[in-house]
T-cell receptor, first 117, second 113 residues
Framework: GAVVSQHPSWVICKSGTSVKIECRSL??????MFWYRQFPKQSLMLMAT?????????EQGVEKDKFLINHASLTLSTLTVTSAHPEDSSFYIC?????????????FGPGTRLTVL | KNQVEQSPQSLIILEGKNCTLQ??????????LRWYKQDTGRGPVSLTI?????NTKSNGRYTATLDADTKQSSLHITASQLSDSASYIC????????????FGSGTRLLVRP
């Protein structure tokens, strides 16, 4: 199956700093990528839809100025958590949509554990 | 409202035993239903994908069933192994243009020796 990578796999930062997380589709092109957040013992919550070459679409309640998304190429989307606070500590997962004739599939990255001190 | 509900919330079984996880959904119409396995601290990995016209799909020791009339799906795990300990998430893809997925809350399975 298709492979999606995330970098870094974990990051610890100080409160008030910004953190960038990368999501790459390694062997396919993805016009659409998705960013999720997952808290302990909960399921994935969609934060935003990242579209290549256009602005991201954010879910209700997600601050677009705090979670900056850039989808500059067909294989790379980045999520920047600006002015991070301890409550932003979470597991961030991206997925990339692969489209083929008649079907499409989303492949998930391995996740990035963010801890804000 | 589109929802996906899973049961049980958690399950403990002995190694070698079988188990069945349940998923009820209200998403309609839907394009496909997926089961994912998520190990702790990792991203979800696809186990099976079924369209609305399929009744069953197998992947090794994992067998998923789908009843579109009752809007129910199940995931059966045969001869469980310790490595099956994980969360299993039922996900429904609505038949719309958003490509968004509707996630269940997952079933946390623990397989004990």
């Amino acid at each position: 199956g298709a492979v999606v990578s995330q970098h870094p796999s974990w990051v610890i930062c100080k409160s008030g700093t910004s953190v960038k997380i990368e999501c790459r589709s390694l062997d396919f092109q993805a016009t659409t990528m998705f960013w999720y957040r997952q808290f302990p013992k909960q399921s994935l919550m969609l934060m935003a839809t990242s579209n290549e070459g256009s602005k991201a679409t954010y879910e209700q309640g997600v601050e677009k100025d705090k979670f900056l998304i850039n989808h500059a190429s067909l294989t790379l989307s980045t999520l920047t958590v600006t002015s991070a606070h301890p409550e932003d500590s979470s597991f961030y997962i991206c997925s990339a949509r692969e489209e083929r004739e008649g079907w499409d599939e989303q492949f998930f990255g391995p996740g990035t554990r963010l801890t804000v001190l | 409202k589109n929802q996906v509900e899973q049961s049980p919330q958690s399950l403990i079984i002995l190694e070698g035993k079988n188990c069945t996880l349940q998923c009820n959904y209200t998403v309609s119409p839907f394009s496909n239903l997926r089961w994912y396995k998520q190990d702790t601290g990792r991203g979800p990995v696809s186990l099976t994908i079924m369209t609305f016209s399929e009744n069953t799909k197998s992947n090794g020791r994992y067998t998923a069933t789908l009843d579109a009339d009752t809007k129910q799906s199940s995931l059966h795990i045969t001869a469980s192994q310790l490595s099956d300990s994980a969360s299993y998430i039922c996900v429904v893809r609505p038949m719309d243009s958003s490509y968004k997925l509707i996630f269940g809350s997952g079933t946390r399975l623990l397989v004990r020796p």
